[in-house]
């Protein structure tokens, strides 16, 4: 459905658990980077067409996570660096 690159990773989202979603009547939680989140109307255009874009862009709700401290960022990026170069080393 969409995809970036972070780092050396790529992330996204698989297409048809995304329609699977969609055909659903309940709420869901889709997490996604900043950046997309920020330019889900023009996405969702894209993806849909003008009018189902803008009537699914509608009922999303964007929420923004952030840590509660630099002290706490900085020990997930070390974190995710140590275990990135244990993968590293198969």
């Known amino acids: 459905m969409e995809h970036v690159k972070t780092g050396t990773s790529w992330k996204g989202t698989p297409k048809e ?3 699977q979603a969609l ?3 309940g709420n869901y939680l ?3 980077d900043p950046y997309r989140s920020a330019q889900l109307q ?3 255009k894209k993806k849909f067409g003008d009018i189902n874009g803008e009537l699914l862009y509608k009922k999303t709700v964007v929420y923004y996570l952030a840590v ?3 002290e706490t960022l900085k020990k997930r990026w070390m974190l995710r660096e140590e275990n990135k170069n244990w993968e590293d080393k198969d």
Do not use: A, H, L, T
Request: without cysteine; proline residues 7%.
């Open 17 to 19: 658990p995304f329609f």
């Open 23 to 25: 055909k659903g009547s």
């Open 30 to 32: 889709w997490r996604i």
């Open 42 to 44: 023009k996405f969702y």
């Open 68 to 70: 509660n401290s630099i």
